[in-house]
């Protein structure tokens, strides 16, 4: 039996992965257990496998990838006999959007074992079924106040996927992942990659955070044109908000420590735009260039002189509110750009955890 046969086995008759996009469909990788605070990264792949329809592609062995005494599937006692067994799937799967854009998601355990062999596995899959894009997903802990709107950073080798984004102003070194392993040998392999990684408020990193998930989505939504039904997640999003304003009405201390943090964000925010002009977090619209506003208003003053329907005024993009719940809410914020310590590592693991349903 071959190497890659036991890494992993192919879904027969294997499901349409076809797209009508020229460059090939998306592939979102959403590894649980690497850096995966407020639980963000199981969030999205739960999301996405909950939300909409979905096919298995490829299934990865767990015997080969799989450290069971480290991680210990949950099993449920029924009084006298064993009941459900949790299952540890890693696997990729077909996903169709909410206009039926067809998408690949690697989701499931980070492989605890051969890193090597599954990085060359999963790239054998993305040359196979000929993915256009790649966005890995990523969550850290930082120390920022949850009072302000949450940053999305990116990185990557392509613009398009990177666009306006927040990106680091400053080289780090962290704990290497499985995820990473991909990015760099798709990234050798000519393929368009890149990573979001949600800066979640370090004080809320152990519990399920829906924000950190809905902005990830929202961030993958802006840069690859796929849409994703939230309202789920921002019902989740307001529920999580009442329950942590009612925290911090009983625990005015802990306001202490959030106003300082807003200094500190509002100060690295302003010294970034200044630095980053047309920087945008997920859900602004990208600030039209100077020729962009130089053609909209052309356009409209010829369409006033040769008397068809026009605006009142020109009108251009800017930018707006984040998409979900209004901004009276309370909305998490992003992350400190470019200053990290000890504290602030990304890739430090958070552990895995459960999205409430």
């Not at 039996?1 to 992993?8: A, L, P, Q």
């Not at 680091?168 to 990573?195: M, Q, S, Y």
């Not at 506003?293 to 003053?301: I, R, V, Y």
């Amino acid at each position: 039996m071959s190497d890659e046969n036991r890494m992993y086995e192919l879904e027969y008759p294997s499901p349409e992965v076809g797209s009508d996009q020229a460059d090939g469909p998306t592939m979102i990788i959403a590894l649980q257990g690497y850096a995966d605070a407020g639980h963000a990264i199981d969030g999205v792949s739960r999301h996405l496998r909950a939300a909409l329809e979905s096919a298995t592609i490829a299934s990865f062995s767990n015997d080969e990838l799989i450290d069971y005494r480290s991680r210990r599937p949950a099993v449920t006692l029924e009084q006298d006999h064993l009941g459900e067994f949790t299952d540890l799937q890693l696997d990729i799967r077909v996903l169709r959007d909410a206009n039926d854009k067809p998408f690949l998601l690697l989701s499931g355990p980070e492989p605890d074992f051969r890193w090597e062999s599954f990085t060359q596995a999963v790239a054998d899959l993305a040359d196979k079924y000929r993915v256009g894009r790649t966005i890995s997903l990523y969550a850290s802990p930082m120390q920022v106040p949850h009072t302000r709107p949450m940053v999305v950073m990116a990185h990557g080798n392509s613009k398009d996927l990177v666009g306006d984004l927040v990106t680091w102003d400053a080289r780090l070194t962290v704990p290497g992942a499985a995820a990473l392993f991909i990015e760099r040998e798709l990234h050798k392999r000519g393929h368009n990659v890149g990573g979001f990684t949600a800066q979640v408020p370090h004080y809320l990193s152990q519990s399920p955070y829906p924000l950190a998930t809905h902005q990830l989505l929202t961030a993958i939504q802006d840069a690859t044109g796929l849409k994703f039904p939230l309202r789920s997640l921002e019902a989740d999003i307001q529920r999580a908000n009442q329950q942590l304003g009612q925290y911090m009405e009983a625990n005015p201390e802990i306001m202490h420590l959030v106003h300082a943090l807003e200094a500190q964000y509002d100060q690295e925010l302003e010294r970034y735009r200044q630095k980053h002009p047309d920087m945008r977090l997920p859900g602004e619209e990208a600030m039209p260039s100077g020729d962009e506003l130089g053609a909209e208003f052309e356009a409209f003053l010829a369409s006033i002189e040769d008397g068809t329907n026009a605006p009142e005024e020109p009108t251009s993009r800017g930018r707006g509110e984040l998409n979900g719940p209004s901004s009276e809410n309370i909305f998490p914020l992003g992350e400190d750009a470019g200053e990290t310590d000890e504290d602030t590592d990304p890739g430090e693991d958070s552990g895995e955890g459960r999205r409430p349903e």
